[in-house]
Each structure stands twice: as structure tokens, then as C-alpha cells.
């Protein structure tokens, strides 16, 4: 038996810039409820949210990243040669294969670097965040660029009142790298594949191959279809443990977390949370689904970028970020905020 090298990274791993990137089309409640028997009352009383960014035929998945990717690269000041890997969060890549993260790496002018996508539901940016810190730390690269990205309404039935109101589409993204003390908490997460099906698409991709195989004729979209109850009462005993492993982990208490950023699944499940962990007013919660709706594994990274570009949160306060969504999946962690994204001046460019 030989002695095979191994790599050493560095312990201390941080969040070095944020970017982000929402669609350019606002669709109102009022235009959601033209298809559906709701109101724009209902919608907010019960889900918190406003308005959403639909994607237009050019903010593609692919496009989203890019601009998101880049903003996160440019506000970071790396030298994005320095990138060893990157991290592409997202269930509504439009192909299993090629999967996105190469062709983004090609788009953003670090073609070559190692290259995946990660699918773990609305849970997916921290569990790239996750892997992305973990391969600086075990010397598998120097630093990692981690996307979040969904074009939900391409796999929403905008005649299914019990959820087409809240997803999203857009983008956000990070840079992470070493850092002087520590800015990354081990991640605190899991699943539970006994409830998978409380979220789930309405056909399998061998529906469709079979379909044209055998030409049986047009089985209708693949959209999304959600328990919302089951998934609400899911979230509300999994997610108060997880939240007290991930402080645990953090080594911190609730009385030195800043900021609060839950994903953006509904603003009645992150006020439950929130009341629960006796959070008052003076710590800031993230609550970007008011105008961005449920964007899945974009919701994390812009909804702490809309806390910061919007002097809401600042550089340097320890926040909590917890996922959960499909699988049904969950991960949290305690995170040093990055600087303030620059501000965005092409007015096509949100
Ligand atoms: O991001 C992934 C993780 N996802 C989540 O965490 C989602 C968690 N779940 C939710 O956010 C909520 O369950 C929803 C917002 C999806 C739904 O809210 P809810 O308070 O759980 O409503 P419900 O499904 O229990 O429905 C209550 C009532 C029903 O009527 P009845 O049976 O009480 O007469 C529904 O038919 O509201 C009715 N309803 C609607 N009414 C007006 C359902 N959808 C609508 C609608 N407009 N759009």
C-alpha cells in the first residue's frame, strides 16, 4: 500500500460577494386571479406575496446565472481565474443532459473549471453553499462560485389555484473563499423521502420519452403540484429542530443572530418561525417573497441580497439561513453577511 497525496484547504471560509438577477416582467396577484378563483386578499393573507418576476424567452436559466454569477464574481474582487469550482443549485435546468454548469463556467470565461449541478428542491442553494465551502476547506479548490437559479413558471399550471401564486423566477449567487475568521457554519441538514411526493411533477421525463416513442398522444404539460398543508405542518416540526442543531453547530445562541433569512416559501411559515426562535423587531427578517414569490433555489441568495442592497442588513452581522422544499429536504447554517452588492445601473438588468 502506497501513501496517495491529500489535498489541505484552509479552515476558515467565508461569503466574499453576492449577486442577483430578477426577470424584468412583474405579474400582479390581480393577473394571477384572472385564470384562478382567488383574490389578490387571499393571496397576500395567506402566502405574503404581492407580486413575482416572471421570466421572459431571453432570461433563460442559462442567461440568469450568468448575470447573477457575474454580479457575485465582480462584487467579490477575486480574480474569477481563481475559481476552482463551480455550483449550479437549480431543478428547472431544461435538460438532464447537458446539465448547466459547464456552459454557465463557458459564459462567464472560466471554461474548465470543475463544473456540476445540485438538485435539492428550495433547499438547494445551502446545500451548494454546503459542498462549496466543504471543497475550499478540503483543499479541492480556492474558491467556489455558488448559483442559485429557477424558471418555475416554465412548470407552473397557471390553472392550479393552489400554487401557480407563488413561485418566481430569478437568480442569485455567491463567491465564497478563505477567509481571515470564519464565516461559514458547518451546514445542519437532511431529508425525508417517506413525504417526497408532497411536492412533485405531475409526470416523469419516461412519460414523455414513451409518449413520442409510441405516440400515444399528448399527455399535457409537466407541472408542479404541492401539498401545501402537508408541507406546512412538515416545516413546522422539522424546522425548529433544525434551526436549534444549526446554532449548536455555529456554536452561537439565538441572542447573537442579526439577521434572519428563512427561505421564501410563504411569509406565515417565516413569522411562525421567527416568533418561535423570540426574535423581536430590531432583528431583520428577510421577507423578499413579498415582491419575488417562491423562487426555490434562487430564494436564499436573493433575499439576502435585497436585505443588503437595501441597507436593511449590513457587511459583517451573522445571520441564519435555513432551506427546506422538495425532497422534502432542509439545510441551515449561520453565515457572515458578504458587503453590499454595487448597485445594478442597466435598468434591463434587475
Ligand atoms: O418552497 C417549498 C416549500 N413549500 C412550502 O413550504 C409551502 C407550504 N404551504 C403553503 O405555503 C400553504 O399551504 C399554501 C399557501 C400553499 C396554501 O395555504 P393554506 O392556508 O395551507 O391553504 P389550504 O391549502 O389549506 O386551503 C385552504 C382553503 C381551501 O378551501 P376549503 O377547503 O377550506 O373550503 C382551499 O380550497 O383555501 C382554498 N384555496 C384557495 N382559495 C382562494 C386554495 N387555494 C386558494 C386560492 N384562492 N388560490
Redesign the pocket.
Known amino acids: 500500500m502506497i501513501d496517495i497525496a491529500a489535498a489541505e484547504g484552509v479552515r476558515n471560509v467565508g461569503l466574499l460577494g453576492i449577486g442577483a438577477y430578477r426577470p424584468r416582467r412583474i405579474v400582479t396577484n390581480a393577473e394571477?386571479?384572472e385564470r384562478?378563483?382567488?383574490?389578490d386578499e387571499?393571496?397576500v393573507s395567506?402566502?405574503g406575496i404581492h407580486t413575482r418576476h416572471f421570466a421572459s424567452a431571453d432570461e433563460t436559466v442559462r442567461a440568469m446565472s450568468v448575470i447573477a454569477g457575474q454580479r457575485a464574481i465582480d462584487n467579490s474582487g477575486i480574480d474569477p481565474a481563481e475559481i476552482g469550482a463551480l455550483i449550479l443549485a437549480t431543478s428547472t435546468w431544461p435538460q438532464q443532459v447537458p446539465h448547466g454548469a459547464p456552459v454557465v463556467a463557458f459564459d462567464l470565461g472560466i471554461n474548465g473549471v470543475a463544473a456540476m449541478d445540485l438538485t435539492a428542491?428550495?433547499s438547494g442553494f445551502g446545500h451548494g453553499m454546503a459542498v462549496g465551502a466543504d471543497l475550499i476547506r478540503a483543499g479541492s479548490a480556492k474558491y467556489t462560485l455558488v448559483i442559485g437559479v429557477e424558471r418555475m413558471s416554465d412548470g407552473l399550471d397557471m390553472t392550479n389555484?393552489?400554487?401557480?401564486?407563488?413561485?418566481g423566477d430569478g437568480a442569485g449567487a455567491v463567491v465564497l473563499g478563505p477567509t481571515e475568521r470564519n464565516g461559514i457554519s458547518p451546514v445542519v441538514w437532511g431529508s425525508d423521502g417517506e413525504h417526497s411526493q408532497a411536492?412533485r411533477q405531475n409526470h416523469t421525463i419516461v412519460d414523455y420519452m414513451e409518449m413520442g416513442a409510441n405516440a400515444t398522444g399528448p399527455i399535457g404539460k409537466m407541472t408542479l403540484e404541492?401539498?401545501?398543508?402537508?408541507?406546512?405542518r412538515?416545516?413546522a416540526i422539522t424546522l425548529p429542530k433544525a434551526i436549534h442543531q444549526t446554532l449548536t453547530s455555529a456554536g452561537v445562541t439565538t441572542e447573537d443572530i442579526e439577521v434572519f433569512v428563512p427561505?421564501?416559501?410563504?411569509a406565515?411559515?417565516s413569522e411562525v418561525m421567527k416568533k418561535h426562535l423570540g426574535f423581536g423587531d430590531d432583528v431583520p427578517m428577510a421577507n423578499d417573497i413579498a415582491t419575488t414569490g417562491?423562487t426555490?433555489s434562487a430564494?436564499i441568495p436573493l433575499a439576502m441580497e435585497e436585505l443588503l442592497r437595501t441597507g436593511k442588513a449590513k457587511e459583517g452581522q451573522t445571520a441564519l439561513l435555513l432551506g427546506?422544499?422538495?425532497g422534502?429536504t432542509y439545510a441551515g447554517q449561520v453565515v457572515t453577511l458578504p458587503p453590499a452588492p454595487a448597485p445594478v445601473t442597466d435598468p434591463d438588468h434587475l
Open positions: 394571477i386571479c384562478i378563483d382567488s383574490t387571499w393571496i395567506r402566502s428542491g428550495c389555484r393552489g400554487n401557480c401564486f407563488i413561485f411536492i404541492m401539498d401545501g398543508s402537508t408541507v406546512f412538515w416545516a427561505h421564501q416559501a410563504n406565515r411559515i417562491n426555490s430564494s427546506f422544499g422538495a422534502l
